[in-house]
């Protein structure tokens, strides 16, 4: 089976360097002239191996690739030429692209040329791996298209072995196509590198676990989905988020909560029924603490945490606070709830 590292030998690569930039690519391919012809100008096979295309696809007519270049067909003579003009961007200036088949050796010679006018301060980033190796990933596809294979996933290609090898191959290919045109070896250098952390960035390191700290509730009557669902009940942007119970035969009386996670104005709590039961309960040394906006939730929120519970200290002014309460709920649980 052929490894698509050894397509990259496939390619010439020339660099025809000027006040406009011609990237030349040459390479066979063991199909008929009007099969590669189809491949190259079919919109059904053309997003088999390249882009999805629409438009009017006749001489003078205008093409779209998604999400790239767009323009208008400037020549077609089947099966031999294809000229077009190649835009993209809201700028884009000067840009042609030229396709030449020629029947040779059984198969088919394609010669490709992107003829462009490239701002200095680009050319001088990336050279002509810019839109080389764009294309090399191209003829790429059309070969593995042309042989009835699956084409390649552009979007993961470089996180795969075979792909990073590709890709950087072909960036060190126009590398020398630029030193060969003239270029002077640091700017080439500096060129590929930029190249090739375009097209086949590193993978940044895992980042370790965010640490968070999150309220604990441990209940000790069976009664944690009650609580939480009350209090889910109390607060905006609220939620159960995942609620995991005791099954058959586990320590914890069944369906009962063993690890819940819920939001209270988008702050994380959790919570779990104890099949121990311990000696310490709730106490009021440790207690979730409200803060208000207005004095109706203030009032809302003390009226119904402080059902069937206790009031530790009744709503009023305290001199701290414009208006402060503090209770424990009937599940022990305590809140002080303070108004802005």
């Known amino acids: 089976m052929r490894k698509i590292i050894d397509e990259l030998t496939e390619a010439h690569r020339e660099l025809l360097d000027g006040e406009r930039k011609t990237v030349v690519l040459r390479r066979h391919y063991d199909a008929e002239i009007e099969d590669v012809w189809q491949a190259c100008t079919d919109a059904d096979r053309l997003s088999r191996w390249f882009l999805p295309v629409s438009g009017d696809l006749r001489l003078g007519g205008t093409y779209q ?7 208008e067909i400037l020549q077609c003579e089947p099966p031999s030429l294809l000229k077009v003009s190649w835009l993209f ?3 884009p200036g000067f840009s042609e692209v030229e396709a030449r088949l020629t029947g040779k050796d059984g198969g088919t010679e394609l010669e490709l040329r992107h003829t462009a006018e490239v701002p200095p301060e680009f050319w001088g980033q990336f050279g002509p791996g810019s839109v080389g190796v764009g294309w090399d990933l191209a003829l790429l596809g059309l070969a593995l298209h042309l042989r009835g294979g699956e084409r390649v996933d552009e979007a993961t290609f470089h996180q795969t072995d075979e792909g ?4 950087t191959g072909s960036c060190r290919s126009w590398g ?3 030193q060969a045109a003239g270029a002077p070896a640091d ?7 930029m190249t090739t952390a375009f097209y086949a960035p590193e993978e940044e390191p895992s980042a370790p676990p965010q640490q968070k700290v999150a309220p604990f509730l441990m209940f000790q009557k069976g009664d944690a989905e009650e609580a939480m669902n009350l209090y889910v009940s109390l607060f905006d942007d609220a939620k159960v988020v995942h609620a995991e119970r005791y099954g058959p035969g586990e320590q914890g009386k069944e369906g009962s909560i063993k690890l819940a996670r819920f939001t209270l104005a988008g702050q994380e ?4 029924d104890s099949f121990v039961k311990h000696e310490f309960e709730f106490t009021p040394s440790m207690s979730l603490y409200v803060t208000c906006g207005s004095e109706e939730e203030l009032e809302r929120l003390y009226g119904a945490l402080v059902e069937g519970g206790q009031a530790l200290m009744p709503l009023g002014s305290y001199g701290f ?15 002080q709830l303070n108004l802005l």
């Open 187 to 193: 700017e080439v250098a500096a060129a590929v590198a």
């Open 65 to 71: 690739l998604e999400g790239n270049a767009g323009g």
């Open 164 to 167: 990073r090898a590709f890709i």
């Open 176 to 178: 020398e196509a630029h």
């Open 269 to 272: 709590h959790l919570c779990s």
């Open 89 to 91: 961007g809201p700028d």
């Open 321 to 335: 606070s414009t208006r402060f309460g503090w209770v424990n709920d009937r599940f022990g649980v305590s809140w």
